[in-house]
């Protein structure tokens, strides 16, 4: 069974950084580098916000506008682990964060429907 596990979330002062890891497991139908990877947000009181996704083939990356020029996503195929580096962040960042992952190749998708398999989210809360 496919699994996500995020870590790397916590406590951070506004302005610092910090660097989220999705490690994936359990894929026996694909391979790890087939899937699109997803980051997803949940401040409290609020939806699920799309902060960025990366496609498996040729490096398609997009970005919510609110994190644009902040954060960067990244994967490791090798490792099976996708990253989130999130620079200069700001309260409005405090939020549970999920990594989410699906079968797709040239492109990637910011809709949570789009995305089978997610991992359990870390929490990460900006605040001096």
């Known amino acids: 069974q496919l699994q996500l596990v995020e870590s790397g979330g916590g406590l951070v002062q506004p302005g610092r950084s910090l660097r989220l890891s999705c490690a994936g497991s359990?894929?026996?139908?694909?391979?790890?580098?087939?899937?699109?990877i997803a980051w997803f947000r949940q401040a409290p009181g609020k939806e699920h916000e799309w902060v960025s996704c990366?496609?498996?083939?040729?490096?398609?990356?997009g970005y919510a506008d609110s994190v644009k020029g902040r954060f960067t996503i990244s994967r490791d195929n090798a490792k099976n682990t996708a990253y989130l580096q999130m620079n200069n962040l700001k309260p409005e960042d405090t939020a549970i964060y999920y990594c989410a992952a699906e079968i797709r190749y040239y492109d990637c998708s910011g809709s949570r429907n789009e995305y089978r398999h997610w991992g359990q989210g870390t929490q990460v809360i900006v605040s001096s």
């Open positions: 359990g894929f026996t139908l694909e391979n790890y580098e087939h899937y699109a």
């Open positions: 990366t496609s498996s083939v040729g490096g398609t990356t």
